[in-house]
C-alpha cells in the first residue's frame, strides 16, 4: 500500500481536483483506491457528487478503522472515500490533547490493503496536515502558476523538511504539479520555467486551465467521466503516468 499526501499551504491551486482525478484515473487502471478528505469543506465528496459526511471523525476519534465502517464506495469501481464536514474541526481539537497525534492517520491506516491511499489536505498548516505527511510515502504538491502558489511550495517543502527531522516520517517529494496552466500567457510560461529551474525533474506535466474542472465539480464527475476530451486531463493522464512508475 502506498500513501500519498496531496498538499499546498496555498489555496485554490487545485488540490482536491488533482486528488480526485489521480485517484480515479489509477482505479480505472486497475489499482484499489482510497481517497481520504482531511478538509473541514468535504470538497472531496463534492467533486464525487456525494454528500459530505462524519466518517473521518469516527475513522480517527471513535476506532471506526477497526471494522471499516468509515469507507465509503463511490459508485465508480475500485474507488472508495472516507467523507469529511465540519466535524473535522472538532475533530482537530479532540487529536491535540492525544498522545502521539502526529501518528493518528498513520495508525488508522493501519490493516487496511488497499493498493492507493490519497491524503487530499487543506492548505492551513494543523494537526491533520502533519499527521498526513507521518503516515505518507509520498508528497505531490500541485501549484497555479503564480508567484504566491509557488511561494507555497516552498513553504510546503519547509514543512516537509520539519516533519522529517522531528519524527520517523518516511515521507519524500513525489512531484510538483503545475495546475491552471496557460500556454498563451506569459506569466503561465515564465513560472513553469522557474519552477522547472529550480525543481528540475520533480515538476511534472503541467495540468491546462480548462473550463471543464468548473464542470465536473458541478455535475460531481471526474474529468474521466466527462465527454469532450477536457484538456486537463491530457496533463493529468501524464501526471499519473508518472506516478505509476515510482510506486
Known amino acids: 500500500m502506498t500513501v500519498i499526501t496531496v498538499a499546498n499551504q496555498k489555496g485554490g491551486v487545485g488540490k482536491t481536483t488533482t486528488a480526485v482525478n489521480l485517484a480515479h484515473g489509477a482505479a480505472i487502471r486497475g489499482m484499489s483506491v482510497l481517497v481520504v478528505d482531511l478538509d473541514t469543506q468535504g470538497n472531496v465528496a463534492d467533486a464525487l457528487g456525494m454528500d459530505d459526511g462524519s466518517e473521518l471523525y469516527s475513522w480517527l476519534i471513535n476506532g471506526a478503522s ?7 464506495a463511490t459508485g465508480r469501481e475500485r474507488l472508495s472515500v472516507i467523507r469529511s464536514n465540519k466535524t473535522t474541526a472538532q475533530l482537530k481539537v ?43 510515502d509520498l508528497l505531490i504538491i500541485p501549484t497555479k502558476l503564480d508567484q504566491f502558489a509557488i511561494k507555497g511550495v516552498i513553504e510546503m517543502l519547509r514543512s516537509l523538511d520539519s516533519v522529517q527531522r522531528a519524527t520517523r516520517s518516511r515521507c519524500k517529494l513525489a512531484g510538483i504539479i503545475p495546475t491552471f496552466y496557460d500556454k498563451v500567457t506569459n506569466e503561465s510560461q515564465a513560472q513553469l520555467e ?15 486551465q480548462d473550463t471543464h474542472c468548473r464542470v465536473a465539480n458541478r455535475v460531481g464527475k471526474t474529468l474521466w467521466e466527462l465527454e469532450g476530451h477536457p484538456r486537463a486531463l491530457v496533463g493529468y493522464a501524464e501526471c499519473l503516468d508518472k506516478l505509476l512508475k515510482i510506486i
Open 94 to 136: 479532540a487529536a491535540s490533547g492525544m498522545d502521539f497525534r502526529e501518528m493518528i492517520i498513520s495508525n488508522a491506516l493501519q490493516g487496511y490493503e488497499f493498493d492507493l491511499v490519497i491524503l487530499d489536505c487543506p492548505p492551513s498548516v494543523d494537526i491533520l496536515h502533519t499527521a498526513a505527511l507521518v503516515a505518507a
Open 66 to 72: 477497526t471494522d471499516k465502517v468509515a469507507v465509503t
Open 194 to 208: 522557474n519552477l522547472a529551474a529550480t525543481y528540475g525533474s520533480f515538476v511534472w506535466p503541467p495540468v491546462a
